[in-house]
């Protein structure tokens, strides 16, 4: 006697016992999906906690994410919650869309977005948008509490504009 070699998928066809290389494929697969949408809850969660972290205030509010899109629903007390809270949610490695389903109790008109490029400041963004350098502070404000330090922005960070009165 010795070693013998069989045809490893014909036993799973013929009596139904064992896994073909396609069943274990689906099988990888299915577990594959499962740990994703296991990461995009916890990554959910962990957005809905510092939307909260950051005193933000959305009633019922909802982060859910599928693939590199991530969809926040609630209601935020005002405009300028609602764009901070699509910010956030934006501003975060892995997503590339954000699906604002979220309504407001006050409204007021909506500010620009505006991708930070290699070599922006503030005062450059404010010069840009506000023809006034001096008015970074409007800026900078408009994006608290995502931002600590008017120097400490960068390249692909997303800067709330707003309006000017």
């Known amino acids: 006697m010795g070693l013998f070699s069989f045809i490893k998928n014909a036993g799973a066809k013929v009596f139904g016992i064992g896994?073909?290389?396609e069943q274990e494929a689906k099988e990888d697969a299915t577990a594959k999906v499962a740990a994703r949408e296991e990461a995009n809850k916890k990554a959910a969660a962990a957005l809905e906690e510092t939307i909260g972290d950051l005193g933000l205030s959305v009633e019922?509010?909802?982060?859910?994410?599928?693939?590199?899109t991530a969809?926040?629903?609630?209601?935020?007390?005002?405009?300028s919650t609602k764009e901070k809270v699509v910010l956030v949610t934006g501003n975060v490695e892995g997503i590339a869309q954000v699906d604002d389903q979220m309504s407001v109790d006050q409204t007021e008109p909506e500010s620009q977005f505006y991708t930070v490029k290699s070599g922006d400041s503030l005062s450059?963004?404010?010069?840009?948008?506000?023809?006034?350098?001096?008015?970074?502070p409007v800026i900078f404000e408009a994006n608290k509490p995502m931002l600590k330090d008017?120097?400490?922005?960068?390249?692909?960070?997303?800067?709330?504009?707003?309006k000017l009165d």
Not at 71 to 79: E, I, L, M, N, Y
Not at 124 to 136: E, L, R, V
């Open 19 to 21: 896994k073909t290389d």
């Open 60 to 68: 019922d509010l909802s982060v859910s994410i599928m693939g590199d």
């Open 150 to 162: 008017p120097d400490k922005i960068y390249p692909g960070q997303v800067l709330r504009i707003p």
């Open 124 to 136: 450059k963004i404010a010069k840009a948008h506000y023809d006034n350098a001096m008015k970074y």
């Open 71 to 79: 969809t926040v629903k609630g209601k935020a007390k005002d405009q």
